[in-house]
C-alpha cells in the first residue's frame, strides 16, 4: 500500500494546471492527504477515478487552509478536527482566531490503523503564533494521535511547518530562530519522538540535500535550498512494515513537493 502528503498550495490552481493527474499518475497512490487544499469539496471537478474523497475546508475563513483524503480503501470512520476533550483541554485559540476551525486535521480509520492528515499552522515571521504552536497545538495534536493509538497504529502525515534537525534545511545556521526553525517547534518533533512515533523518511536516509518545500523566491528549487518540513510519521509498531520513504522533488505545482511511504 502506497500513502502519499502533498501540501498542494491551493486545490484549485494545481487543477487548473493540470498537474494533478500526471502527479498521481506517476505517484499512483492508494490513500492521497492534502493540505492546504484552500477549496471546499464542489467548488472544483476532480476527476479520480476509483477515489473516495473526503474534505475538511476551513468554516473560520474561505479559501484557506483545508485538508482532503483521497483513497481507494473505503474507510471505517473519518473524523474532522479535534475531539472535544483535547479542544477543552488545550487552549487553541489565539489572536488569529480558532485553528481547529481552519479545516486543519483529518483523520481516516482502516483495519490496520488510522491515517492522520494535518496542516499545521505556521508560528509567522513574527513568530506571533509560537505561544500557540508550543502550549496549545503541538501537545493537542500528540495528544489526539496518542488517543487514537490507543485503539489502532497511528500514521501521521502532512505540512508540520517545522524543519526538525539542521540537516533537514539548506541553511541552519542563517535560520536559528526563524519560524520553522526555533528550538520550540523542533522540541515539538522530538516529543512525537519520544512519544513512539518514528521520522520514516530517515528510516532509509540520512544527511542534507533532501527538502520538501522552497521559497519561491532565488530560484531556491532549481538550487535546491529548501527545508524538509513535510512528514510521515508512524506508530513504532508499524515501522517493520514500511518498506520505503521517498521525497517527490521532481513533482511540480505547488511550492511544495509530494512525500510517500509504501507498506507491506
Known amino acids: 500500500m502506497k500513502l502519499v502528503s502533498w501540501n498542494v498550495n491551493g486545490i484549485r490552481a494545481v487543477v487548473r494546471k493540470n498537474l494533478l493527474a500526471p502527479a498521481l499518475e506517476t505517484l499512483k497512490p492508494d490513500i492521497l492527504c492534502l493540505q492546504e487544499t484552500k477549496a471546499e469539496k464542489g467548488q472544483i471537478e476532480i476527476d479520480l477515478p476509483g477515489y473516495e474523497e473526503y474534505w475538511h475546508s476551513s468554516a473560520r475563513k474561505k479559501g484557506y487552509s483545508g485538508t482532503a483524503i483521497f483513497t481507494k480503501h ?64 503541538d501537545p493537542a495534536f500528540l495528544t489526539y494521535c496518542k488517543a487514537l493509538e490507543r485503539k489502532k497504529p497511528v500514521i501521521f502525515c502532512g505540512d508540520l511547518n517545522v524543519a ?21 517547534e523542533r522540541a515539538g518533533i522530538d516529543r512525537v519522538i519520544d512519544a513512539g512515533f518514528v ?13 520538501s518545500w522552497w521559497s519561491n523566491f532565488g530560484n531556491a528549487r532549481a538550487r535546491n535550498v529548501g527545508w524538509r518540513i513535510d512528514y510521515f510519521f508512524v506508530s513504532s ?28
Not at 199 to 211: A, I, L, P, S
Open 74 to 137: 473505503e474507510p471505517q470512520s473519518v473524523l474532522f478536527g479535534f475531539p472535544e476533550d483535547v479542544r477543552q483541554k488545550f487552549r487553541l485559540t489565539d489572536s488569529y482566531g480558532d485553528p481547529d476551525a481552519e479545516g486543519r486535521v483529518i483523520a481516516a480509520e482502516f483495519k490496520d490503523f488510522f491515517v492522520v492528515n494535518v496542516y499545521t499552522p505556521n508560528a509567522k515571521p513574527d513568530l506571533s503564533r509560537l505561544p500557540l504552536r508550543e502550549k496549545g497545538w
Open 164 to 184: 526538525h534537525t539542521p540537516e533537514d534545511l539548506a541553511n541552519p545556521k542563517a535560520n536559528e530562530g526563524d519560524h520553522g526553525f526555533t528550538k520550540e
Open 199 to 211: 521520522d520514516t523518511f530517515r528510516m532509509f536516509t540520512k544527511g542534507n540535500g533532501h527538502y
Open 237 to 264: 509498531t508499524l515501522k517493520k512494515r514500511v518498506k520505503h520513504a521517498r521525497i517527490h522533488p521532481d513533482i511540480l505545482g505547488s511550492d511544495h513537493c509530494p512525500v510517500s511511504i509504501e507498506l507491506v
